[in-house]
Nanobody
Framework: QVQLVESGGGLVQAGGSPRLSCAASGRTFSSYAMGWFRQAPGKEREFVASISGNGAITYYADSVKGRFTISRDIAKNTLYLQMNSLKPEDTAVYYC???????????????????WGQGTQVTVSS
């Protein structure tokens, strides 16, 4: 059974730099794209960042480009999201996602991902 478990969220002051983690189990995702999405209260889930199976290709939403960095540790089967210069508008539940297809290199569409975590809340105070 595949499980994605996010951690690292919480209450953060504006300008803070927390790192989210997503530990995968039940399957090795070293050859599969993974990504981060977020959903703020009253809004639809939106793409944040993605990374290809070999880590060579990354995509970012314009709203986080230059502030967030996605990475992965193949040995630990773990995905990370380093968030810097947080703003109150970054407040959301952050979800980790993984593709089930080796051909998918990552991207914005949620349909490209087959596995999802339960999410971790990030609240940015001003």
């Amino acid at each position: 059974q595949v499980q994605l478990v996010e951690s690292g969220g919480g209450l953060v002051q504006a300008g803070g730099s927390p790192r989210l983690s997503c530990a995968a189990s039940g399957r090795t995702f070293s050859s599969y794209a993974m990504g981060w999405f977020r959903q703020a209260p009253g809004k639809e889930r939106e793409f944040v960042a993605s990374i290809s199976g070999n880590g060579a290709i990354t995509y970012y939403a314009d709203s986080v480009k230059g502030r967030f960095t996605i990475s992965r540790d193949i040995a630990k089967n773990t995905l990370y999201l380093q968030m810097n210069s947080l703003k109150p508008e970054d407040t959301a539940v952050y979800y980790c996602a993984a593709s089930g297809s080796r051909r998918y290199l990552g991207g914005r569409g949620p349909d490209g991902y087959d596995y999802w975590g339960q999410g971790t809340q990030v609240t940015v105070s001003s």
